[in-house]
């Protein structure tokens, strides 16, 4: 990303820039390294589209969703479906940035899209920003 993308809603929605078509029959790595700040009572939240029949789990691996968490809070090392939702914690801050990582191995049957959906945990009018510097690899490996 080299701009910021800013949000005050709760709405899961595909960001502009982490959005890339995908190929039928394939194997994909995919990393995003995600930067965000967010106030304690907006959060950040996210989950993935992924073509149709698609399979792979999404390793997350950020602040845990404790409320301003921070440098040395809580950690999230999980794992999930595409289409979890899961919520990170925060600096308290619309401007302090937190890092997160999203990856996995994808297995397509299917052309289609691979999307970052991302917003508010609640709706607050102070926004939630998925900052610039946020960026995603795609590798086809077979």
Excluded at 29 to 40: K, R
Excluded at 47 to 65: E, F, I, K, N
Aim: charged share 15%; hydrophobic share 40%.
């Amino acid at each position: 990303k080299t701009g910021d993308t800013t949000k005050t809603n709760a709405t899961l929605a595909a960001d502009p820039d982490m959005t890339i078509s995908l190929e039928a029959n394939a194997v994909y790595e995919i990393e995003m390294y995600l930067q965000y700040a967010a106030i304690s009572a907006a959060g950040f939240t996210t989950d993935w589209t992924v073509p149709s029949g698609a399979t792979g789990l999404r390793w997350c691996l950020g602040s845990g969703s404790t409320e301003n968490v921070g440098d040395m809070g809580l950690m999230r090392f999980s794992m999930h479906n595409f289409t979890t939702t899961i919520d990170y914690g925060d600096r308290a801050s619309a401007s302090n940035q937190l890092g997160a990582l999203e990856r996995c191995l994808l297995t397509t049957t299917n052309a289609g899209t691979l999307a970052l959906r991302w917003a508010q945990t609640t709706t607050n009018a102070t926004a939630t920003k998925l900052a610039a510097g946020t960026s995603m690899r795609v590798t086809r490996i077979a």
